[in-house]
Nanobody, 126 residues
Framework: EVQLVESGGDLVQVGGSLTLSCAAS????????IGWFRQVPGKERELVSCIANTDGSKIYADSVKGRFTISSDNAKNAVYLQMVSLKPEDKAVYYC???????????????????WGQGTKVTVSS
């Protein structure tokens, strides 16, 4: 059974840092890409970053470039999202998800991801 479990969400102050973790199981981790999405009430889920475990290639949304870093540990089947210089607009529920195919096609599109975690909440207070 494919499972993705996020952890690490918390309440932090503006300018603070936080690292989210995504523990994956039930599939060959090295063969897939994993994305981090976030969602706020009333808005669509948006991709923050994605990493291909095949070659380590990464992409970032413009809104987080320079502040967020995605990484993976293939030995632990885990993906991390290190977030620094957090802003109020980073407040959201963050989800990790497995991309169906190892391709950049549709990387920004949630339907291209077939398994999702339950989410972890990040609150940024001013």
């Amino acid at each position: 059974e494919v499972q993705l479990v996020e952890s690490g969400g918390d309440l932090v102050q503006v300018g603070g840092s936080l690292t989210l973790s995504c523990a994956a199981s039930g599939f060959t981790f090295d063969d897939y890409a994993i994305g981090w999405f976030r969602q706020v009430p009333g808005k669509e889920r948006e991709l923050v970053s994605c990493i291909a475990n095949t070659d380590g290639s990464k992409i970032y949304a413009d809104s987080v470039k320079g502040r967020f870093t995605i990484s993976s540990d293939n030995a632990k089947n885990a993906v991390y999202l290190q977030m620094v210089s957090l802003k109020p607009e980073d407040k959201a529920v963050y989800y990790c998800a497995r991309k169906r195919f190892i391709s950049t096609i549709g990387v920004w599109s949630p339907p291209e991801y077939d398994y999702w975690g339950q989410g972890t909440k990040v609150t940024v207070s001013s």
